[in-house]
């Protein structure tokens, strides 16, 4: 997968996926102090989902109009230790093989999924 990881999630998480074989660009040290529109605005040139713990994601994806070759995983996690960050991460990408065109929030036990504007469902 490509993957575009915000500047506060995990690097262990960013190490774990990219050990798995996923392209991760990862804004902390790709683009440090990007405004989360000039992210989105990545996310779309490259063609990667932006993983994210920061819930503005969401509206500003679909006020953008964020096309459907992107996606968005916002992650609303208990997340007690940087490694066990990456493993629950690591597992609930794993779970889906496409994360492109839906904005998606993963809480303890669920997963909530909406189609972005450009993705017609």
Do not use: Y
Request: charged share 25%; proline share 7%; net charge neutral.
């Amino acid at each position: 997968m490509r993957l575009l990881a915000d500047e506060s999630f995990p690097g262990p998480a960013v190490d774990a996926l990219r050990e798995r074989g996923h392209d991760v660009l990862w804004a902390r040290t790709a683009c440090p102090g990007s405004k989360d529109d000039a992210l989105l605005r990545l996310a779309q040139q490259e063609q990667r989902v932006v993983l994210t713990l920061d819930k503005d994601f969401g509206e500003l994806a679909f006020r953008s109009g964020l096309p459907a070759a992107c996606g968005v995983v916002l992650f609303r996690l208990l997340l007690p230790s940087p490694e066990a960050a990456a493993r629950r991460i690591v597992a609930v990408l794993e779970e889906r093989g496409d994360w492109t065109g839906i904005f998606v929030v993963v809480e303890e036990g669920r997963s909530r999924i909406r189609p972005l504007p450009g993705n017609p469902g």
